[in-house]
Structure formats: structure tokens, C-alpha cells
Nanobody
Framework: QVPLVESGGGSVQAGGSLRLACAASGRSFQNYIVGWFLQPPGKEREFVAATRWSGGGTWYADPVKGRFFSSRDRAKSTLYLQMNSMKPEDTAVYYC???????????????????WGQGTQVTVSS
């Protein structure tokens, strides 16, 4: 089990920034890929970004490239998602997820991940 605890959601105006955090409670992300997904109201969960914890490597969905940035704090076993130049269409519940043994071609797929956080609401107003 990899208990995931998310924090950092909230409300921001368009053009603003937020930073989300995903912590592995009581254990490390060693050998896991840690991803971020968003789920707008009434829609399917969508890939945002993912990071290979051991050895680096980060992938981003096209809509967030150049605006969202992932970073790690190894000592705290915490992954951050810095979200800049935010848009109203970024409004969603954001989830972090962790999975092991995920090949590159499946990193954006919801069912590739074994563990999920509780989600945190992000609202961007125009």
C-alpha cells in the first residue's frame, strides 16, 4: 500500500498560480511513477503529468506543457505540481496516483496506477 495525501488545492483567478503536493504517507515513492490527473465535473479523469521517482524523467500532457511543472522533495517523499498561468479550463479535482512497473506508453492511462489520493479541488475563475 502507498497511502497518498494531497494538499494545496484552492481557488485562483485566471493567470494565477497554485502548487499541489502529494505525499507518500509513511513510505517512499522509490521505484514508483507518480502521476497527476484531473477530473472536471461530469467528465472522465485526464492525465496531467507524471514523474519517475527513481532516476527522474517527467511527462506532461500537451495542454499543460510550459505552464505546469513537477518537482520532487526526496527527503519528504513529496511530489509537487506547480501550476502557472492557470486557465478556467484547469478547474477540476486533481488526483495524485502511484504505480510501479508502468511502461512509458501507459503513463497517461488511469488504469496503469495502483494507488490514488483523495483528490483536491482546484477552481480557476475568469
Amino acid at each position: 500500500q502507498v497511502p497518498l495525501v494531497e494538499s494545496g488545492g484552492g481557488s485562483v483567478q485566471a493567470g494565477g498560480s497554485l502548487r499541489l503536493a502529494c505525499a507518500a504517507s509513511g513510505r517512499s515513492f522509490q521505484n514508483y511513477i507518480v502521476g497527476w490527473f484531473l477530473q472536471p465535473p461530469g467528465k472522465e479523469r485526464e492525465f496531467v503529468a507524471a514523474t519517475r521517482w527513481s532516476g527522474g524523467g517527467t511527462w506532461y500532457a500537451d495542454p499543460v506543457k510550459g505552464r505546469f511543472f513537477s518537482s520532487r522533495d526526496r527527503a519528504k517523499s513529496t511530489l509537487y505540481l506547480q501550476m502557472n498561468s492557470m486557465k478556467p479550463e484547469d478547474t477540476a479535482v486533481y488526483y495524485c496516483a502511484a504505480g510501479s512497473g508502468i511502461i512509458a506508453g501507459r503513463i497517461s492511462l488511469v488504469d496503469a496506477y495502483d494507488y490514488w489520493g483523495q483528490g483536491t479541488q482546484v477552481t480557476v475563475s475568469s
